[in-house]
């Protein structure tokens, strides 16, 4: 064989991805040792790391929460929700604008600390889960046999009707999220210092994930939808109304995005029409990351993805020299997204995206 | 004998595809019947046609009397309507027992499904060694087991088996014929779809023959098997 043969067999797009791969974690290795041993960018105590660690596993619950709606829809439709964000959103404003800001005004906030957080929840997960049934049942039911394409644009068209009718109802304004004064502050628990609002997400999160987890697999509803993502006609034959499966999809993944929607508003206490978009496009990430169609996948993504997002910049960028590293959190995330579908576009322990049958 | 399932002048299409041209049959109470044909004759669409997964364009397909147009898909287990689809159709990802509970899927007798899933244990001991496992996992033989199993956990009045032989080593489909007449002796009607007619002639007590989207004979098994023309085309003898 010739050298110029020899040039010609060579796959560029493969050296191109060797090269890619060497120089990311030559990045990160390099980043990682000036950060700990040449001590680059600011200096960090053991416990600013903690507090790193901790806002990273509590932002991450709350995309795991979010996630697991875009990876049930996947499951059963292989349709990606881009309007999922949106579900999120309406829990969030709805029970804002309706409830919270009323209670607060009332006083009855600080009275009834947890009555108010519960019927502020039931009404986020009600307008959730009615949007999402509405969107599923106008938008999406009457193009399950259309080319894949048509429902996914649809669902951007339904993100931005969702968001034009939130902002018509409520005003383009950030409305203050009221947070109960016991909330506030910092608890000690193992030794460890939380912010109260942060503890709470992480175990109302892992609670949720564990309770839908269970749902799925242990009741019959919850194994009539399993069926339905694994094949419909052999599904309705069994008896499965399909159609009603798919609906109590949407409904459980929104009631999941209106859980969340509280918690983001306890943690960023404000909310705005806008609100749904990044999370929503970061939790499609987490589910992406975990393997989408896959439910622990989800959760464990969504975990990952706040953890890398959080700990991230302070340890490699801020190594690597890059100035204002704590405000490349998203470059990061998308960064971690798109090595992702570059090199393990199955996800961490989901099937390939490719081999699964539309 | 009274008509269970009766097809009148069924007509159906993929698009522009004209897959079944005016099928009629009828399968009596207690019967078996068997509905032989080659490749792409028409077969499944058929059994699709009978499960409302598919509707006719005209004709219909009558159970007990009545229209099964009228009927979504998944209305027809509570009606005593069972299939094991072409390639057993198991939830790969789902357990041998989440397969078995699934086709009790309308029923809400817990005790008598509890003992259902013995019975079935009983009828194929591989799986009751397997309850636990996915599916996914299990060998074709055991695949095509668990899918009439399934099936039978509905207690159909009628069971339609779509090729239950395919890709089966010889031994096993003797076997899974051998459950096809016990499933029937113990009161079940079966129409038996099969390319696989020296077999399905043997258990049935008549045939239908389809070519195209056309019944083109039918008769008693026992004359089928010695009809030239199914002898040549579907039995291999000269
Ligand atoms: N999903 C489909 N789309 C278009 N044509 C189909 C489809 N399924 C079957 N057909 C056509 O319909 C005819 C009958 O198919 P089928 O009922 O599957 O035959 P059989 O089960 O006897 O092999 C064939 O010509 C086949 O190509
Ligand atoms: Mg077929």
Redesign the pocket.
């Known amino acids: 064989m010739t050298l110029s043969q020899r040039l010609r067999d060579i796959d560029w797009i493969d050296v191109w991805l060797w090269v890619f791969r060497v120089v990311i974690i030559l990045g990160v290795v390099i980043g990682i040792t000036r950060k700990l041993f040449f001590g680059a960018g600011t200096t960090y105590d053991s416990s600013d790391w903690i507090d790193f660690f901790i806002s990273g596993l509590s932002q991450g619950g709350l995309y795991a929460l979010i996630a697991l709606g875009y990876t049930m829809v996947y499951g059963v439709l292989f349709m990606i929700n881009f309007a999922h964000g949106e579900f999120f959103m309406s829990g969030a404003m709805a029970s804002t604008y309706l409830i919270a800001s009323t209670l607060a005004a009332s006083g009855f906030i600080n009275e009834q600390p947890i009555l108010y957080l519960v019927l502020v929840t039931v009404a986020a997960v009600l307008t959730s889960m009615g949007v999402s049934l509405l969107t599923e049942r106008i938008a999406y039911r009457p193009l399950r046999r259309a080319p894949r394409l048509v429902p996914l644009i649809t669902a951007i068209g339904a993100s931005f009707f969702w968001q034009y009718i939130f902002r018509g109802l409520f005003g383009s304004a950030v409305k203050a999220f009221p947070v109960p004064t016991i909330l506030e502050g910092r608890v000690n628990v193992f030794g460890l210092d939380f912010l109260k609002v942060r503890l709470i997400v992480i175990i109302v999160s892992i609670l949720a994930l564990i309770g839908l987890y269970l749902f799925v697999q242990k009741t019959k509803t919850g194994k009539s939808i399993r069926a339905v993502a694994e094949d419909k006609d052999v599904a309705a034959l069994m008896g499965i109304d399909v159609d009603r499966a798919i609906a109590t999809t949407f409904a459980i993944g929104a009631m999941m995005a209106g859980i969340a929607a509280v918690l983001w508003g306890l943690v960023f206490k404000q909310v705005i029409f806008s609100m749904g978009f990044v999370p929503g496009i970061k939790a499609f990430t987490a589910a992406v990351l975990g393997g989408i169609g896959s439910i622990p996948g989800a959760a464990l993504g969504g975990f990952f993805l706040g953890v890398i997002e959080a700990v991230g910049p302070p340890l490699i960028l801020e190594g690597l020299g890059a100035p204002g590293a704590h405000q490349l959190k998203d470059v990061t995330a998308f960064l971690l997204l798109v090595l992702v579908l570059i090199f393990r576009p199955q996800g961490i322990i989901g099937e390939r995206l490719a081999e699964k049958k539309a | 004998m009274t008509t269970m399932l009766e097809l009148n002048d069924v007509h159906a299409y993929?698009?522009k595809?004209h897959?079944l041209k005016g099928i009629s049959l009828n399968v009596a109470k207690g019967e078996i019947v068997t509905l032989i044909?080659g490749?792409?004759?028409?077969?499944?669409?058929?059994l699709r046609t009978i499960c409302a997964l598919m509707r006719p364009t005209s004709g219909a397909a009558m159970l007990n009397g009545e229209n099964l147009s009228n009927y979504k898909a998944s209305q027809l287990a509570a009606k005593g309507v069972a299939m094991v689809p072409?390639g057993r159709g198991v939830f790969s990802r789902m357990t041998v027992l989440e397969n078995l509970e699934m086709g009790a899927y309308h029923r809400n007798d817990k005790a008598g499904i509890l003992e259902d899933i013995e019975h079935i244990y009983a009828l194929f001991p591989r799986l009751k060694e397997r309850r636990g496992q996915v599916s996914g996992t299990l060998s074709g033989g055991e695949q095509q087991m668990l899918a009439m199993g399934r099936a039978m956990m509905s207690r159909p009045s009628l069971l339609l088996l779509d090729e239950p032989s395919m890709g089966l080593a010889p031994v096993l489909v003797e076997a899974i014929f051998s459950t096809v007449e016990e499933i029937n002796r113990q009161g079940t009607t079966i129409l038996l779809v099969e390319q696989n007619a020296l077999m399905a002639l043997q258990i049935a007590s008549r045939g239908y023959v389809?070519q195209t989207?056309e019944i083109v004979l039918s008769d008693s098994a026992r004359a089928l098997q010695r009809n030239a023309m199914v002898q040549k085309v579907y039995l291999g003898i000269e």
Do not use: M, V
């Not at chain 2, 490749?39 to 058929?46: I, L, S, V």
């Open positions: 993929y698009g595809i897959a044909g490749n792409g004759a028409g077969k499944t669409t058929t072409e389809l989207g």
